[in-house]
């Protein structure tokens, strides 16, 4: 079966991706993942050594839950193509967690030919914590005609599209965190349905914790 | 403590070849069985040149030292807080990457629990003409321990 595909002309800002449930993480997904990523690190899967050091057990890797989020992401993108991907880890994974990973569409835009998504993408375990999150940006064809002229070696289908983010969202002064304050305020003004209050959690969840290395480090991050 | 030397530490190009077994290992482990990963004619049908990697998936690369070597701390001290990738295409089967680690920044920031040590390291993939394949940084906080 040919594999369906994802088109810019079909994508709104506030579009949510549909929720994917992970099976909650085991030992045996930890071992898998080791012997995958080639990091052996025992807080990973060696029960022994990680209560030596005071653990309650073994720790999950942080980028197994940016695993899981790349898979809501392809899933999604139907064939689009990953450009940037970015993640911050809020709290530690532990076997026996089962996550839920989630997003939306924060912002597109056509230039050139060229066609990208942005989208907000976050985990949460089964008591409805933060564990990570981050921001994916996509490029994708706009239509299947687009797509075709792509194949054909034709020139590219031309609609310019500013980003849809500038045109919902109030201004804010260029600081670093202008894009992500920008990003808040478009989702709130733009999304009256229930789920505006997801991202707000997100934003809100480092901020609560004050982890002053991971907020510094962001701003810079974000700005590239 | 983190090796304040570290800065600019850079690491030799290690190849790193993207096998397909290696591939359908990675996604298994995350559970993830997008036939993209798989099938090498769905891959391609859905624009990929070969059966596609997973985009967390040079998390897996060897960069020729582990962060003990870079940063002066084992690893198991080091927490990863953040991360990010760029990719100037998709990685797919059958690329041979040469991966290159640097150690972009080393500081210490107040934290709840007092000061914490944060080390930034940034990656880079190219093949073997040299063209970019894709960047990485990695920030990563010393985890707090009895000895430190």
């Known amino acids: 079966m040919p594999p369906r595909k994802l088109y810019f002309e079909n994508v709104r800002v506030g579009d949510e991706l549909p929720a994917m449930a992970k099976s909650p993480i085991d030992r045996v997904q930890l071992a898998r993942y080791a012997a995958a990523t080639n990091d052996y690190n025992p807080l990973n899967i060696d029960e022994l050594q990680a209560k030596a050091i005071g653990m309650p057990s073994v720790v999950s890797p942080s980028t197994l839950g940016l695993g899981f989020l790349g898979q809501l992401v ?88 500013p980003r849809e983010s500038i045109l919902v969202a109030p201004p804010r002064p260029p600081s670093p965190a202008g894009k992500v304050s920008a990003s808040k305020g478009k989702v709130s003004a733009k999304d009256s349905r229930k789920p505006a209050k997801k991202p707000a959690k997100p934003a809100k969840a480092p901020k609560a914790k004050a982890k002053k290395p991971a907020k510094a480090a962001k701003p810079a991050k974000r700005k590239k | 403590m983190l090796d304040r030397a570290a800065v600019g530490r850079t690491t ?74 760029e990719y100037e295409r998709a990685i797919v089967a059958g690329d041979r990457l040469l991966v290159t680690s640097r150690v972009a920044e080393i500081s210490d920031r107040p934290g709840p629990a007092g000061r914490v040590e944060v080390a930034v390291i940034e990656d880079e993939g190219r093949d073997e003409e040299g063209q970019m394949v894709f960047r990485a940084r990695r920030s990563y906080v010393v985890r707090l321990t009895r000895e430190s």
């Open chain 1, 74 to 161: 392809t899933d999604w993108a139907r064939g689009g193509q990953v450009k940037k991907a970015s993640a911050r880890f809020t709290r530690m994974l532990w076997p026996g967690d089962t996550l839920v990973c989630k997003g939306r569409v924060s912002d597109r835009w056509g230039e050139g030919g060229k066609y990208h998504v942005e989208l907000d993408v976050w985990a949460e375990n089964q008591k409805g914590e933060l564990v990570v999150r981050g921001n994916v940006t996509l490029k994708v064809f706009y239509s299947f005609e687009d797509e075709t002229r792509f194949r054909t070696g034709q020139p590219p289908l031309i609609v310019n599209v």
């Open chain 2, 12 to 85: 030799p190009p290690t190849l790193n070849e993207v096998e397909r077994g290696a591939i359908r290992r990675f996604a298994e482990a995350l559970g993830d069985y997008n036939p993209i990963y798989f099938d090498a004619e769905y891959a391609r049908a859905s624009g990929f040149s070969n059966v596609a990697a997973p985009p967390s998936f040079p998390i897996s690369f060897a960069a020729g030292s582990d962060l003990r070597e870079l940063v002066g701390v084992p690893a198991r001290n080091l927490l990863l807080g953040e991360v990010s990738f």
